[in-house]
C-alpha cells in the first residue's frame, strides 16, 4: 500500500449544519447502465417506506459493478434532485476515498440495519 498523506481538515461547522444533512442506510437493489453517460451508473435502492434512484459517478472504479447489489450502504437523501445524463438522482452515495484520489469504497453498516435508519 502506497503512502497517503490525509487532506488538511476543513472549516468547523456547527451541529445544527451537520443535522441539516439526512444520511440513511439503503439497499442496493439493482445497478444499471446510464445510456450517455461513460461515469454514472443507475442505483435502486431501497429506504424502507420507498425505493429511489441514485445516479453514482462510479463505473470507471469497479470492474464488477454488480458486486455492490445485495449490499446496505449510507445516502444522502435531502439533496434537491439533480438531472445528469438525462436522468434524475435523488439523492447521493456517500462513499468512502473520492475525494481524496483513493478508489472509492461504499460505506457500510458493521451489521444489517433496517433500511431507512439515518446515521448520525
Known amino acids: 500500500m502506497s503512502l497517503f498523506t490525509p487532506a488538511a481538515v476543513k472549516p468547523t461547522v456547527s451541529v445544527a449544519d451537520v443535522e441539516k444533512l439526512d444520511v440513511r442506510v439503503g439497499t442496493i437493489l ?3 447502465e446510464v445510456p450517455n453517460s ?6 435502486a435502492v431501497d ?4 425505493t429511489r434512484t441514485i445516479l453514482a459517478g ?3 472504479e469497479r470492474s464488477h459493478p454488480q458486486e455492490i447489489v445485495g449490499l446496505q ?7 434537491e434532485p439533480k438531472r ?4 434524475v438522482s435523488q439523492g447521493m452515495l456517500f462513499d468512502i476515498g473520492f475525494a481524496d484520489g483513493v478508489r472509492p469504497v461504499l460505506a457500510v ?7 431507512g435508519v439515518r446515521a448520525g
Do not use: I
Request: charged residues 20%; proline residues 6%.
Open 30 to 32: 439493482s445497478v444499471g
Open 38 to 43: 461513460s461515469k454514472l451508473l443507475k442505483l
Open 47 to 50: 429506504f424502507g417506506d420507498h
Open 58 to 60: 462510479m463505473k470507471t
Open 73 to 79: 450502504a449510507l445516502f444522502v437523501v435531502n439533496l
Open 84 to 87: 445528469m445524463a438525462g436522468e
Open 109 to 115: 453498516p458493521e451489521q444489517a440495519v433496517p433500511n
